[in-house]
Protein backbone atom coordinates (compact mmCIF):
# COMPACT_ATOMS: atom_id res chain seq x y z
CA UNK A 1 0.00 0.00 0.00
CA UNK A 2 1.24 3.37 -1.14
CA UNK A 3 1.96 5.72 2.15
CA UNK A 4 1.47 9.42 1.94
CA UNK A 5 3.67 11.25 4.17
CA UNK A 6 3.75 14.99 4.80
CA UNK A 7 5.59 16.27 7.91
CA UNK A 8 5.44 19.52 9.83
CA UNK A 9 8.17 19.95 12.15
CA UNK A 10 9.58 22.77 14.27
CA UNK A 11 13.75 22.84 13.56
CA UNK A 12 15.38 22.62 17.46
CA UNK A 13 18.63 24.82 16.91
CA UNK A 14 19.35 25.28 20.56
CA UNK A 15 19.08 21.91 22.77
CA UNK A 16 17.95 22.24 25.68
CA UNK A 17 15.40 20.13 27.77
CA UNK A 18 12.42 20.10 25.37
CA UNK A 19 9.13 18.48 25.29
CA UNK A 20 6.78 18.81 21.83
CA UNK A 21 3.86 17.96 20.15
CA UNK A 22 4.99 17.35 16.33
CA UNK A 23 2.04 16.81 13.46
CA UNK A 24 2.65 14.74 10.75
CA UNK A 25 -0.31 14.03 7.90
CA UNK A 26 0.20 10.56 7.39
CA UNK A 27 -2.50 7.95 4.73
CA UNK A 28 -4.38 11.03 5.06
CA UNK A 29 -4.41 11.22 8.38
CA UNK A 30 -2.94 14.13 10.54
CA UNK A 31 -1.87 12.51 13.35
CA UNK A 32 0.35 13.40 16.13
CA UNK A 33 3.32 12.48 18.24
CA UNK A 34 5.73 14.12 21.37
CA UNK A 35 8.94 13.72 21.50
CA UNK A 36 10.93 14.36 24.69
CA UNK A 37 14.41 16.02 24.14
CA UNK A 38 16.92 15.87 27.24
CA UNK A 39 19.02 18.69 28.22
CA UNK A 40 22.08 16.58 27.68
CA UNK A 41 21.66 15.65 24.42
CA UNK A 42 24.16 17.63 21.90
CA UNK A 43 24.47 17.47 18.22
CA UNK A 44 26.95 14.82 16.96
CA UNK A 45 26.25 12.62 19.96
CA UNK A 46 24.57 9.50 18.75
CA UNK A 47 21.37 8.45 21.57
CA UNK A 48 18.90 5.50 21.69
CA UNK A 49 15.08 6.14 21.05
CA UNK A 50 12.73 4.86 23.17
CA UNK A 51 8.81 4.80 21.82
CA UNK A 52 6.31 4.03 24.34
CA UNK A 53 2.23 3.52 23.45
CA UNK A 54 -0.60 4.56 25.04
CA UNK A 55 -3.43 1.56 25.45
CA UNK A 56 -6.49 1.43 23.52
CA UNK A 57 -8.95 4.25 24.34
CA UNK A 58 -6.01 6.48 25.25
CA UNK A 59 -3.79 9.87 24.99
CA UNK A 60 -0.30 10.27 24.15
CA UNK A 61 -0.71 13.31 26.47
CA UNK A 62 -2.41 10.87 29.59
CA UNK A 63 0.20 7.91 29.16
CA UNK A 64 3.18 10.25 29.60
CA UNK A 65 2.37 10.87 33.02
CA UNK A 66 2.27 6.98 33.67
CA UNK A 67 5.05 5.29 31.77
CA UNK A 68 7.55 8.44 32.53
CA UNK A 69 10.27 8.31 30.92
CA UNK A 70 11.44 11.64 31.16
CA UNK A 71 13.87 11.52 34.27
CA UNK A 72 15.51 8.33 32.67
CA UNK A 73 16.07 10.23 29.49
CA UNK A 74 17.46 13.05 31.43
CA UNK A 75 20.19 10.97 33.37
CA UNK A 76 20.66 8.33 30.32
CA UNK A 77 20.10 10.72 27.25
CA UNK A 78 18.07 9.32 25.32
CA UNK A 79 15.17 10.49 22.96
CA UNK A 80 11.54 9.59 24.43
CA UNK A 81 8.43 9.04 21.96
CA UNK A 82 4.45 8.87 22.59
CA UNK A 83 2.59 8.40 19.60
CA UNK A 84 -0.49 8.91 19.37
CA UNK A 85 -3.27 6.09 18.06
CA UNK A 86 -5.84 7.23 15.46
CA UNK A 87 -9.30 7.04 15.46
CA UNK A 88 -10.90 3.47 14.53
CA UNK A 89 -14.17 4.35 12.56
CA UNK A 90 -15.54 1.42 13.92
CA UNK A 91 -14.63 1.70 17.68
CA UNK A 92 -15.17 5.31 17.83
CA UNK A 93 -12.06 5.58 20.18
CA UNK A 94 -8.10 5.47 19.76
CA UNK A 95 -6.36 2.47 18.62
CA UNK A 96 -3.17 0.82 17.21
CA UNK A 97 -5.20 -2.34 15.68
CA UNK A 98 -8.32 -1.16 14.09
CA UNK A 99 -11.19 -3.93 13.87
CA UNK A 100 -10.50 -6.00 10.91
CA UNK A 101 -11.53 -5.62 7.67
CA UNK A 102 -8.51 -2.62 7.58
CA UNK A 103 -6.16 -1.25 5.65
CA UNK A 104 -4.83 0.76 8.72
CA UNK A 105 -1.52 -0.22 9.95
CA UNK A 106 0.51 1.72 12.44
CA UNK A 107 3.64 0.21 11.80
CA UNK A 108 4.70 2.26 9.07
CA UNK A 109 3.49 5.42 10.52
CA UNK A 110 6.16 4.56 13.39
CA UNK A 111 8.45 4.02 10.55
CA UNK A 112 8.05 7.14 9.74
CA UNK A 113 8.16 8.89 12.65
CA UNK A 114 12.26 7.01 13.04
CA UNK A 115 12.79 8.56 9.75
CA UNK A 116 11.58 11.81 10.34
CA UNK A 117 13.72 12.18 13.55
CA UNK A 118 16.57 10.78 11.96
CA UNK A 119 16.35 14.33 10.12
CA UNK A 120 16.47 16.16 12.59
CA UNK A 121 18.52 14.80 15.89
CA UNK A 122 21.75 12.40 15.21
CA UNK A 123 19.81 8.74 16.54
CA UNK A 124 21.50 5.75 17.12
CA UNK A 125 19.94 3.56 14.77
CA UNK A 126 20.84 0.47 16.53
CA UNK A 127 19.61 1.10 19.43
CA UNK A 128 15.74 2.15 18.96
CA UNK A 129 13.43 0.69 21.43
CA UNK A 130 9.73 0.14 21.88
CA UNK A 131 7.12 -0.28 24.90
CA UNK A 132 3.53 -0.16 25.46
CA UNK A 133 0.50 -0.93 27.70
CA UNK A 134 -2.41 -2.88 26.32
CA UNK A 135 -3.10 -2.76 22.85
CA UNK A 136 0.26 -0.16 23.30
CA UNK A 137 1.89 -3.44 24.00
CA UNK A 138 0.59 -5.56 21.29
CA UNK A 139 1.88 -2.99 18.78
CA UNK A 140 4.99 -3.33 20.57
CA UNK A 141 4.94 -7.13 19.65
CA UNK A 142 4.15 -6.25 15.90
CA UNK A 143 7.45 -3.78 15.58
CA UNK A 144 9.26 -6.74 17.07
CA UNK A 145 7.55 -8.76 14.81
CA UNK A 146 7.10 -7.03 11.39
CA UNK A 147 9.26 -3.60 12.15
CA UNK A 148 12.21 -5.87 13.56
CA UNK A 149 15.35 -4.58 11.13
CA UNK A 150 14.84 -1.22 13.01
CA UNK A 151 13.54 -2.34 16.57
CA UNK A 152 16.60 -3.75 18.96
CA UNK A 153 14.51 -4.59 22.01
CA UNK A 154 10.93 -4.10 23.23
CA UNK A 155 8.88 -4.70 26.02
CA UNK A 156 5.13 -5.33 26.83
CA UNK A 157 2.96 -4.61 29.77
CA UNK A 158 -0.56 -6.43 30.47
CA UNK A 159 -0.91 -6.96 26.64
CA UNK A 160 -0.49 -10.23 24.61
CA UNK A 161 1.63 -11.04 21.42
CA UNK A 162 -0.94 -11.75 18.65
CA UNK A 163 -0.80 -15.40 17.19
CA UNK A 164 0.16 -15.69 13.52
CA UNK A 165 -3.69 -16.88 12.64
CA UNK A 166 -4.63 -13.69 13.75
CA UNK A 167 -1.63 -11.59 12.14
CA UNK A 168 -2.24 -13.58 8.95
CA UNK A 169 -5.35 -14.54 8.02
CA UNK A 170 -7.61 -11.89 9.79
CA UNK A 171 -5.19 -8.52 8.74
CA UNK A 172 -2.78 -10.08 5.75
CA UNK A 173 0.23 -8.94 7.92
CA UNK A 174 2.18 -11.87 7.54
CA UNK A 175 3.86 -13.88 10.09
CA UNK A 176 6.45 -12.55 13.24
CA UNK A 177 9.60 -12.71 10.88
CA UNK A 178 12.36 -11.27 12.90
CA UNK A 179 15.37 -10.77 11.47
CA UNK A 180 17.87 -10.28 14.13
CA UNK A 181 18.37 -11.80 18.15
CA UNK A 182 15.78 -9.74 19.82
CA UNK A 183 15.89 -8.97 23.65
CA UNK A 184 12.13 -8.93 24.82
CA UNK A 185 10.43 -8.45 28.09
CA UNK A 186 6.63 -8.82 29.21
CA UNK A 187 4.95 -8.14 32.14
CA UNK A 188 1.88 -9.24 32.94
CA UNK A 189 -0.63 -10.43 35.21
CA UNK A 190 -1.94 -13.70 36.33
CA UNK A 191 -5.79 -12.30 37.04
CA UNK A 192 -5.72 -9.88 33.92
CA UNK A 193 -9.38 -10.57 32.42
CA UNK A 194 -9.00 -7.69 29.70
CA UNK A 195 -9.23 -10.27 26.23
CA UNK A 196 -6.52 -9.28 24.86
CA UNK A 197 -4.19 -9.99 27.77
CA UNK A 198 -5.20 -12.85 29.93
CA UNK A 199 -2.27 -14.95 31.13
CA UNK A 200 -3.95 -17.79 28.90
CA UNK A 201 -3.96 -16.50 25.90
CA UNK A 202 -7.65 -16.27 23.58
CA UNK A 203 -8.69 -18.31 21.45
CA UNK A 204 -12.30 -18.13 19.21
CA UNK A 205 -13.69 -21.81 18.96
CA UNK A 206 -10.77 -23.07 16.83
CA UNK A 207 -9.30 -19.80 15.89
CA UNK A 208 -6.57 -18.91 17.82
CA UNK A 209 -6.01 -15.01 18.54
CA UNK A 210 -3.90 -14.13 21.21
CA UNK A 211 -1.07 -16.02 22.63
CA UNK A 212 -0.77 -16.97 26.03
CA UNK A 213 2.56 -15.57 28.16
CA UNK A 214 4.15 -19.16 28.05
CA UNK A 215 3.33 -19.09 23.98
CA UNK A 216 5.18 -15.66 23.94
CA UNK A 217 8.25 -16.40 26.24
CA UNK A 218 8.47 -19.79 24.18
CA UNK A 219 8.30 -18.32 20.59
CA UNK A 220 11.25 -15.43 21.48
CA UNK A 221 13.52 -17.36 23.44
CA UNK A 222 13.32 -20.24 20.78
CA UNK A 223 13.82 -17.67 18.22
CA UNK A 224 16.49 -16.35 20.42
CA UNK A 225 18.04 -19.65 20.99
CA UNK A 226 18.51 -19.13 24.42
CA UNK A 227 18.64 -21.83 27.65
CA UNK A 228 15.42 -23.86 27.63
CA UNK A 229 14.87 -23.44 31.07
CA UNK A 230 14.82 -19.96 32.74
CA UNK A 231 16.52 -18.58 35.78
CA UNK A 232 13.89 -17.88 38.58
CA UNK A 233 14.33 -15.59 41.39
CA UNK A 234 10.98 -13.94 43.53
CA UNK A 235 11.45 -10.37 43.99
CA UNK A 236 11.09 -8.76 47.55
CA UNK A 237 7.37 -8.16 48.44
CA UNK A 238 8.43 -4.43 49.29
CA UNK A 239 4.19 -3.98 49.14
CA UNK A 240 2.23 -6.70 51.01
CA UNK A 241 -0.76 -4.83 50.92
CA UNK A 242 -1.43 -4.42 46.80
CA UNK A 243 -2.46 -8.24 46.20
CA UNK A 244 -0.07 -9.40 44.31
CA UNK A 245 3.88 -10.82 44.13
CA UNK A 246 6.30 -10.82 41.22
CA UNK A 247 8.22 -13.61 40.05
CA UNK A 248 11.07 -12.67 37.69
CA UNK A 249 11.84 -15.78 34.73
CA UNK A 250 15.03 -15.18 32.94
CA UNK A 251 15.91 -16.83 29.59
CA UNK A 252 19.71 -16.48 29.24
CA UNK A 253 22.79 -17.53 26.78
CA UNK A 254 21.00 -16.65 23.21
CA UNK A 255 22.46 -15.54 20.01
CA UNK A 256 24.49 -12.33 20.48
CA UNK A 257 23.97 -12.35 24.25
CA UNK A 258 19.85 -12.12 23.77
CA UNK A 259 17.23 -12.81 26.07
CA UNK A 260 13.88 -13.18 27.44
CA UNK A 261 12.18 -11.67 30.79
CA UNK A 262 9.42 -12.18 32.13
CA UNK A 263 8.44 -10.36 35.37
CA UNK A 264 5.14 -12.24 36.24
CA UNK A 265 3.20 -10.26 37.90
CA UNK A 266 0.88 -13.35 40.31
CA UNK A 267 -2.52 -11.40 41.36
CA UNK A 268 -2.17 -8.90 38.71
CA UNK A 269 -4.57 -7.38 36.75
CA UNK A 270 -4.31 -4.81 33.91
CA UNK A 271 -1.75 -2.79 35.42
CA UNK A 272 1.04 -0.65 35.03
CA UNK A 273 3.22 -1.76 38.33
CA UNK A 274 4.71 1.06 39.67
CA UNK A 275 1.85 3.52 39.20
CA UNK A 276 -1.10 1.63 40.08
CA UNK A 277 -1.41 -2.30 40.44
CA UNK A 278 1.64 -3.90 41.64
CA UNK A 279 4.25 -1.99 43.51
CA UNK A 280 6.81 -4.24 44.19
CA UNK A 281 8.38 -2.71 40.87
CA UNK A 282 8.52 0.22 38.70
CA UNK A 283 7.29 -1.10 35.06
CA UNK A 284 9.35 1.97 34.20
CA UNK A 285 12.25 1.56 35.21
CA UNK A 286 12.32 -2.39 34.45
CA UNK A 287 12.00 -1.94 30.79
CA UNK A 288 14.61 0.86 30.49
CA UNK A 289 17.25 -0.71 32.51
CA UNK A 290 16.33 -4.17 30.32
CA UNK A 291 16.02 -2.89 26.65
CA UNK A 292 19.14 -0.32 27.46
CA UNK A 293 21.28 -3.17 27.51
CA UNK A 294 20.78 -4.11 23.74
CA UNK A 295 21.52 -3.20 20.30
CA UNK A 296 20.63 -4.73 17.08
CA UNK A 297 23.68 -6.51 17.03
CA UNK A 298 22.52 -7.74 20.46
CA UNK A 299 23.56 -7.54 24.09
CA UNK A 300 25.87 -4.65 23.98
CA UNK A 301 29.44 -5.53 25.04
CA UNK A 302 28.42 -9.45 24.64
CA UNK A 303 32.10 -10.54 23.92
CA UNK A 304 33.22 -9.27 27.07
CA UNK A 305 35.84 -11.69 28.84
CA UNK A 306 36.09 -12.78 32.32
CA UNK A 307 39.83 -10.75 32.64
CA UNK A 308 37.90 -7.41 31.14
CA UNK A 309 34.76 -8.27 33.40
CA UNK A 310 35.05 -6.05 36.88
CA UNK A 311 33.47 -7.20 39.48
CA UNK A 312 31.56 -4.81 40.91
CA UNK A 313 27.98 -6.20 41.50
CA UNK A 314 27.23 -9.51 43.75
CA UNK A 315 28.73 -12.78 42.81
CA UNK A 316 25.82 -14.78 44.55
CA UNK A 317 26.01 -18.41 43.23
CA UNK A 318 28.40 -20.54 41.50
CA UNK A 319 27.24 -23.92 40.27
CA UNK A 320 28.71 -26.29 37.65
CA UNK A 321 26.30 -27.14 34.80
CA UNK A 322 26.12 -28.42 30.99
CA UNK A 323 26.32 -25.67 28.99
CA UNK A 324 25.12 -25.20 25.56
CA UNK A 325 28.51 -26.16 23.46
CA UNK A 326 30.45 -27.15 26.51
CA UNK A 327 30.30 -29.55 29.59
CA UNK A 328 31.03 -29.19 33.30
CA UNK A 329 31.21 -25.72 32.72
CA UNK A 330 31.14 -22.77 36.22
CA UNK A 331 28.70 -20.63 35.60
CA UNK A 332 28.38 -17.23 37.91
CA UNK A 333 25.17 -15.72 37.88
CA UNK A 334 25.47 -12.13 38.55
CA UNK A 335 22.79 -10.55 40.35
CA UNK A 336 21.91 -6.71 40.11
CA UNK A 337 20.08 -4.67 42.86
CA UNK A 338 16.71 -4.51 41.00
CA UNK A 339 16.99 -8.22 41.08
CA UNK A 340 17.37 -8.62 37.09
CA UNK A 341 20.08 -11.56 36.12
CA UNK A 342 22.34 -9.95 33.94
CA UNK A 343 25.24 -12.39 32.98
CA UNK A 344 26.20 -15.21 33.01
CA UNK A 345 30.33 -15.81 32.74
CA UNK A 346 31.41 -18.94 31.61
CA UNK A 347 34.82 -20.16 32.88
CA UNK A 348 36.26 -23.18 31.34
Not at 155 to 175: C, E, P, Q
Not at 191 to 199: A, F, I, R
Not at 252 to 266: A, M
Request: proline share 4%.
Amino acid sequence: MKKILICFLIPLFIFSQQQITETMTFDGIEREYIIYVPEIYQDGDEVPVLFSFHGGGGYASDFIQVNDMRPLADTANFIAVYPQGAIDPEGGTTSWIHKAPTDHDDIFFIEAIINELSTEYDIDQERIYACGYSEGAIISYELGCRLNSRIAAFAAVSGSMLDDYYRDDIYGWGTCSPVHPTAMMLIPGTVDQNPHSTYEGLSYGDMPLYMSADDITTFWSSYNNTDVAPVITNVEDVSPNDGSTVERKVWLYGDNCSSVQELKVIGGDHDWPGVFGNMDIDATNEIWNFVSRFSIDGKLNCNISVNDFSFDKKLVQVYNVIGKNSSNSKIFLEIYDDGSVEKKIRLK
